[in-house]
C-alpha cells in the first residue's frame, strides 16, 4: 500500500508527491482525525479522470524565455507524477493540491481536437508552430484510452501544420504513423526528457514515466522512422544528477538524437515543499548541498522567477553546468542549429458544405 518514511511522511506506491497540501485556492484541506485509532494503511490512491470542454484550446504566452508563441495541453495534471514538476501549481488554480492531487485527479479534454479544427480555420489565424507537452506530458498513461494527443496531431497533418513536442511517455511511438511523415514535410519535431541514467532514482523522482532506457529506445525508434529528436537534459538537478550531464548527451547521441538542450530544477511556489520533503525522504544526506546550490542561483531563494533566469539561474555553479554541457554538446555533435519547422505548407482542409473550386 504504502511505505512510511522520514517525518512519518508515507510514499504511495506509483506516486511521486509524499502529500497532499492545500494549494493557494484550497485553504480548508486538512485531515481530521475522528479519534479512532484503526492501524489501517492508507489505500493505494488510483488516478481518477474527470472531462472539461474548453472553449479555446490554443494557449497563448509572451514569454521571452521561450522559443514558441502558443501550445496546446491535452490534459491538466501528469500521471508521471514527477516530484519536481515546474508544472504542479496549476492544479492549485482548479482548487485541487500541487501534489498528490496533481498526480491522481486529472482531467481530459475529449473535444481538444474538435476546438483546435474551429481555431485553425478562424480567418485571424496566422500559422506558427504549435508547442505540445510543454505543461503536463500529452503522452502520459491515461492517453492511451483517452486518444486526444492522437486526434490533435490529425488535426495538425491535416492542416499541414508545424508541431513540436516534449515528452517523456514511450506512448509517442503509436503516432510514428502521423509523425513520420510530417517530419519529412519539415513538419514535426520531438524532445525526449532524460533526467537521469540511474533507474532506481528516475523510479523515485518519476514514478510512472518510463524508465531511463526505455526513453532511448524512444529516441531510437522516432529517429529510425526519420523524426528529428532533441535530447533534453531537464533537469538537471544540483549535487543530485549533475554529474550525469556528458553521459545523458552521450547516450541521446548513441540513440540518434540530433541536438541537445538543458533547463535546471525550477521550484516555483508549491513545487518547493513538495521538492524539500522529498529529498528529506530519499537525499537526506545531500538534501542540505542540493537546496545550498539552488539557493546560490537564485540570489537566497529556493526559485526567483525572473525573466532570462528562471530557466538556467546565474552565478558561478550555474555557468559551470551552462560550460560543461555546451563543451559537451559541441564534442557529440548536438550543438548544431536545428532547421526551422517550416509554416509555408499550412493549409485548410475542405469540409462538408464548402463549395467546389470552380476551376
Known amino acids: 500500500m504504502g511505505e512510511t ?6 510514499q504511495r506506491r506509483g ?13 480548508a484541506r486538512e485531515d481530521v482525525h475522528d479519534g479512532w485509532d484503526s ?3 492508507p489505500q493505494v490512491l488510483r488516478t481518477e479522470v474527470t472531462t472539461e470542454s474548453p472553449r479555446r484550446i490554443i494557449s497563448w504566452n509572451r514569454s521571452p524565455d521561450l522559443p514558441f508563441d502558443r501550445s496546446i495541453n491535452p490534459y491538466r495534471g501528469c500521471e508521471h507524477g514527477c516530484v519536481y514538476c515546474f508544472a504542479r501549481p496549476t492544479h492549485a488554480y482548479l482548487g485541487l493540491s500541487p501534489g498528490l492531487d496533481f498526480e491522481t485527479r486529472l482531467v481530459a ?4 481536437a474538435k476546438v483546435l479544427e474551429r481555431e485553425l480555420r478562424a480567418k485571424r489565424y496566422r500559422v506558427a508552430p504549435i508547442a505540445i507537452g510543454t505543461n503536463t506530458d500529452p503522452y502520459q498513461p491515461i492517453e492511451r484510452d483517452h486518444g486526444i494527443m492522437r486526434a490533435c496531431l490529425e488535426v495538425l497533418a491535416a492542416f ?3 508541431v513540436a513536442i516534449v515528452t517523456k511517455g514511450a506512448l509517442i511511438e503509436r503516432d510514428i504513423d502521423i509523425l513520420a511523415p510530417m517530419a519529412a514535410q519539415g513538419l514535426a519535431r520531438v524532445g525526449i526528457s532524460l533526467t537521469t541514467l540511474d533507474a532506481g532514482l528516475s523510479r523515485r523522482m518519476e514514478p510512472r514515466a518510463p524508465a531511463p532506457g526505455r526513453r532511448l529506445q524512444t529516441i531510437a525508434r522516432l529517429t529510425g522512422a526519420g523524426i528529428p529528436v532533441r535530447v533534453m537534459t531537464s533537469p538537471i538537478v544540483p549535487g543530485l544528477t549533475d554529474h550525469e550531464v556528458e553521459s545523458l548527451l552521450e547516450a541521446g547521441r548513441d540513440a540518434g538524437a540530433d541536438a541537445a538542450s538543458w533547463i535546471m530544477l525550477r521550484l516555483p511556489m508549491e513545487v518547493s515543499g513538495l521538492w524539500q520533503d522529498w529529498l528529506a525522504a530519499y537525499e537526506p544526506g545531500r538534501a542540505e548541498k542540493i ?5 546560490e542561483m ?5 526559485y526567483e522567477a525572473r525573466w532570462g533566469r528562471r530557466m538556467r539561474g546565474e552565478g558561478t555553479y550555474a555557468q559551470m553546468v551552462a560550460q560543461r554541457f555546451a563543451a559537451a554538446a559541441r564534442r557529440l555533435g548536438l550543438d548544431r542549429q536545428t532547421a526551422p519547422l517550416r509554416c509555408d505548407l499550412f493549409r485548410i482542409p475542405r469540409q462538408a458544405g464548402d463549395q467546389l473550386s470552380l476551376f
Do not use: T, V
Open 160 to 162: 499541414r501544420h508545424p
Open 15 to 27: 506516486r511521486g508527491a509524499l502529500g497532499n497540501a492545500s494549494g493557494r485556492y484550497d485553504l
Open 291 to 295: 537546496m545550498a546550490r539552488l539557493r
Open 5 to 10: 518514511i522520514g517525518k512519518g511522511l508515507l
Open 39 to 41: 492501524g489501517d494503511e
Open 298 to 302: 537564485h540570489g537566497g531563494k529556493s
Open 109 to 112: 479534454k475529449p473535444d481538444a
